[in-house]
């Protein structure tokens, strides 16, 4: 059974950074791996995706700017860093992987994923 949970979420004043952690509980080798969020009343929505090598990277057109994703496929984990927060990046950020081992394709919806981890509450006050 995977299981994947984020880690570095919290109350961050607007204009400052966070970086958050999902660490998975096996070998990611091979998968393709995600950042997503929720926010309040809004449906979860890609951020970025890592591909299986790491050379790969997709970013939601609002996220190119200030959003970073990352991996380390020894500790098993993928980062996200966040710069230059604001108060609409308020939500509750969630990691996925994906099921298919060394899958070329680097999806961005939610059902190109199918592990997920509890999500990290992140807030931004003004």
């Known amino acids: 059974q995977v299981q994947l949970v984020e880690s570095g979420g919290g109350l961050v004043q607007a204009g400052g950074s966070l970086r958050l952690s999902c660490g998975a509980s096996?070998?990611?080798?091979?998968?393709?791996l995600a950042w997503f969020r929720q926010a309040p009343g809004k449906e979860r929505d890609i951020v970025a995706a890592?591909?299986?090598?790491?050379?790969?990277?997709y970013y939601k057109d609002s996220a190119k700017d200030r959003f970073t994703i990352s991996r380390n496929n020894a500790k098993n984990t993928v980062y996200l860093q966040i710069d230059s927060l604001k108060p609409e990046d308020t939500a509750v950020y969630y990691c996925a992987r994906d099921s298919n081992f060394g899958a070329s394709r680097l999806g961005f919806r939610l059902s190109d994923y199918e592990y997920w981890g509890p999500g990290t509450q992140v807030t931004v006050s003004s």
């Open positions: 096996g070998a990611i080798y091979g998968n393709n």
């Open positions: 890592i591909s299986w090598i790491g050379g790969h990277t």
